[in-house]
């Protein structure tokens, strides 16, 4: 696949670029191309990063660090199955359980919420650090919700991360989820209040709390341009009106 020139495999991050150090220098450097791609277009366009994580796990697939990337882009593309299987052979290729909450996630994926459950209940979770353990809840909570279990899912979001005022970066999606889990069980008025909480937390606008809080207070947007347009078309048509009527007048004159 094509890579910009301007991609130079040195934007990776240093661990990264630790491990292909394992691999002969163009090789190496091929690879790390490849991963730069993926991590530029995950979000945007991950169709592509996906073709680009195949590329890279094609050229070195014994690198965690690719094997990874490539879960990551299965995960993005709801390749849940594949996902899985990457994120599992990385961890074996670490020892680290840093990708439990997310493994735990593909499960839900494929349709096995109580595997995600029993995932959350597993030593494992201890060893997270705190941001790890905030998705591994949100992830319980997701399973809860899939099972029906909607105001389990409300309990399992109540945590000190979600009492706190501190702004994390998993603080807005807690407080959303959380209000959405409220939403669910019919507590509208703390819905709402949640929702402001997690716009507030909200800094890198990752959530929809914004139109979630105008739909509970019944606030309709209107597209501005559209409406423009719709008025300029609207002129045109009394224009039409208007002329059509001097010239029947006109005629009568004559």
């Known amino acids: 696949m094509p890579i910009p020139d301007d991609v130079t495999g040195e934007e990776i991050d240093k661990d990264v670029r630790q491990e292909l150090m394992s691999l002969p220098k163009t090789l190496a450097g091929d690879v790390a191309r490849n991963l730069v791609m993926v991590a530029r277009l995950l979000d945007e366009d991950p169709e592509k990063a996906y073709g680009y994580s195949r590329v890279a796990l094609r050229l070195a697939s014994r690198v965690a660090a690719v094997r990874e990337a490539a879960g990551f882009a299965a995960y993005a593309v709801g390749k849940y199955s594949e996902a899985l299987a990457e994120f599992r ?48 809840r949100l992830v319980a909570a997701g399973a809860r919700r899939d099972m029906g279990q909607a105001d389990a899912a409300v309990v399992t979001l109540q945590s000190p991360e979600l009492a706190s005022t501190a702004v994390h970066p998993w603080t807005a999606r807690l407080r959303y989820a959380y209000a959405d889990a409220l939403l669910e069980v019919g507590r509208e008025s703390e819905a709402r209040d949640w929702f402001a909480k997690a716009l507030e937390a909200d800094q890198g606008g990752t959530t929809d709390a914004s139109d979630r809080l105008a739909e509970l207070d019944g606030v309709e947007f209107t597209d501005v341009l559209e409406e423009s347009g719709e008025s300029e078309e609207n002129g045109d048509a009394d224009g039409d009106a208007d002329g059509d009527a001097d010239g029947g007048e006109r005629s009568e004159k004559g």
């Open 89 to 136: 052979a990385a961890r074996r290729m670490t020892g680290s359980v840093e990708l439990w909450p997310v493994m735990a996630d593909c499960e839900r994926g494929l349709g096995r919420p109580e595997k995600a459950l029993a995932m959350a209940g597993e030593p494992e979770v201890q060893k997270l650090d705190r941001a790890g353990q905030v998705e591994m």
